[in-house]
Structure formats: C-alpha cells, structure tokens
C-alpha cells in the first residue's frame, strides 16, 4: 500500500486549516524565489504544481517558514488583491510532501544555507490557494508569491496563470462551486449538492480530479492503492494531478519491492522495481521542470537497486551481516529559547561502508515519549550533522537512543551552545 497523504484537500478548503500569518508584501530580504508552474493554465478550481527554487545568495543561513506562504494577484484590468495571509484566510504550507521531496524541515521551517539554493515541490494537493473564489473567474492573472523567513519577508518571480472558461458538463459543476459561496471564501467540493453533480457528470474533468479526495471520505486505504491511483490516471486526470499520482505510483512499486525482498522473492522485487524505475525515468525526461525535478529526487533515494533491496532485507532479518560499527548519535548544540524551552540540534556519524536502517521503535528512539521525532531511519556513512531538531521544556532532559547508544541534551551548561561549532559529540 502506498503512503499517500492523508490530509483531505477537501477538509483543507472548508477550513482553512492554517492560521492567518502577517507576510510583507514587498521583500525585506535578500533570499530569491523563482517559480516555475506546471501547467501554465487550467480549469477553475484545479490547481497546478509549483517547483519552487529558493537562493540564498549571502554567507547567513536563512530559516523559511513553512506556513507563510501566500499570492498577490494582479487581473487583466489592473486590479489586484491578495489571497491568504491577509487576516481572514490561512497561509499555505509549500513543505509538505508525502514522498520526502522536500527538505528536512527544522521547528517548521526549511533552512537554506549560506550561499546554497533549496528547491520546494508544492503539489497540487498543497496548492490551495488556486481555490479561492476569487481565482474561479476565467481569466489571466498576474501572480507573485509572498513568504516570510528569518531575515524578513521575500517575494517570487512574476509569473502568468490562466483560468480556463468551463464549457459543457465542467460549466455546469463549475455554476455550483459559485453559487452561494460568498462567505466560504473556497470550493466546498465536500458540500452535498456538489458532490451530487460530480457523480451526475462523472466523465467531466472536475469529476475525475476531485475522484480520489472524495474516495478518501468514504475509504482512505483502498482510495490510496497503488491500483486505485493508477485507475485515477488511466481516467484522465488533470496535468498537475497525473504528474502527482505517478509519483506516488512510482514510489509504491518500491515499497512493493521491498516488501517483496522481505520476503526473499528478489524477481518480483526486481520487476516491481523496474517498474517504478520506469516511471520515474519518463518523468525525469519530461518538459515540465516539477516533474522532471521530483523524479530526479525520488531517484536519488535508496532502495531502487537489488543490492540495496538484498542489504535491506539480510540488516532487517539479521543475515549476512559483517561486523558492524555503532551509529553514534549526537548532540550538534543546544539552543535556549525565549520561551522557557530549549531546542537540540542533533546530527550521527555512521562509521561504516553502507547505509543502516533502523525503524523507529526499540533500536531508534527517545527516552521520553513519543518515540518518533522526526529523527531519521535511513543513517548514511560518514557524519551529518544538524539533521533534525526537537524542542522541549527547559527542565527535561533530551536522549536520543540508537541501536542502544545514546546523545544527552539538557538545558544546563553541559551541553555545547549552538555558537559553538558542530559536530561535537554528546555523552554515550
């Protein structure tokens, strides 16, 4: 089974699950955004994908936060408006993504280092801002992004969208996301009559894009197969939903195959391999910058060779196995906040020739519940330092335990500040 999102877009647009955040409208920063968008247009309601490129031209690090992204918009006539952010409406989150495309997020945010660029991918399912009702009139529309980091407030590129005029079945669908919607300020696709006339006009293209949030209302798992998704693209599916959906495809023939080489059945782990390799390597080849970035990400991924599928199996059943160095986990730093908690910068040296797996669970955990925060199961040779983050009260004590080896941190002087340099390691 796949690991597909399970936030509904559908409860999204009804909530407006993020809360307003204040993003200057102009840059106060040094940090570029250029955006890419994939389509450059499309039916109301049904957004495209972004690859979004983030540049950091200075010696600092600059902290992005997630949820601070929002648009101002510019229509044909010169009137503009901005969508989110602005008081009545959440920003929009561009780090999610099911599939580990993006970076490794740190207290919320995404961290670009001095002189280094990061690249976000913001999926159709992320994009909710293409759902407000101002952005549901035909039209073009100038569109720029704001976001908010560390060093202030930054701004995109200019870039062109068009908002298809519906005709036929997709008209009449598109007359009720209109009607009565004032106040909603986005598409109610989970609203009763709407979801009415989609089943009334099923070969319509609101139909067969919104298919598969509205399976997940009724049954999460089996809307997020690999065969329920792949019966999604073969219906014809929007250009920013097909590209996400075969992403996800791609990435379910992996964990196919792994669960295949659990099972020591290497052929069918080869072939289900093969297939997802196929996908991704279409993809990698395709015109459109979110797709062929996204697959180049996912490709650069372990677990796509038989050798590795063969170590990950014998680590997993505890077979074939050379001597093996410890993982020693480590406290990078400690931060004291303003709020009475303190955060850990941790990072790992893995001393070996291979990639470890540890699941999170007895060989991968905290002393302290819950187990899982956000600390990585896939431990790369060599060292790595500030790999993730985890606050806390400052009167707790922080212990990350791998494979029985243990990092300490603590708000007291014990542990190295953060304006010390990294890569020193805690106590075991």
Known sequence: MIAYATTLLVSTIVTAALPPQTV?????????????????????????????????????????YCASFGFNVVRSDGSSFSVGCDGTAGCSNFCKSPLSLN???????????????????????SNTQFLDTRLLLPGTYKIRIIGAASAGGFVSNEFIYTVDDPQGDNRLVWNLLLDG???????????????????AHP????SRAWAYYLDLLNDEKTAGSREALQRYVASGVPESL?????????AAYRSEAKDFALQGKLTEAENALATGLGILQTLAANKSSYAAGAAAVLLKQPLWTRQELVKFADQVHGVNQPPLKPIEPRVNCVRLNSDGTFTVVFGYVN??????????????TFEMAPAQRGQPTNFMLGEHNDVFRVTAPAGEKMVWIVDGHRATAS????????DTPAGQSAGH
């Open 181 to 199: 919607n004032e106040q909603a300020r986005y598409i109610p696709f989970s609203r009763a009559d709407v979801q009415q006339a989609l089943a």
């Open 351 to 364: 001393p070996n020739k291979g990639v470890l797996y540890f699941a999170v669970g007895p060989k991968n």
């Open 411 to 418: 708000a007291n002087e014990g542990s190295p500040r953060c």
């Open 203 to 206: 070969g319509c293209d609101y």
């Open 242 to 250: 097909d590209m996400e959906f075969r992403l996800s495809i791609a």
């Open 103 to 125: 970076p490794t997020l740190h207290d919320g945010a995404v961290v670009v280092a001095g002189g280094a660029k990061s690249v976000l991918y913001v999926d159709f399912e």
């Open 24 to 64: 200057p409208a102009t840059a106060s920063t040094t940090l570029n955004m250029q955006v890419e968008v994939t389509p450059g247009h499309g039916l109301p309601g049904i957004p495209p994908a972004f690859k979004i490129t983030l540049d950091n031209p200075v010696q600092d690090p600059v902290k992005v």
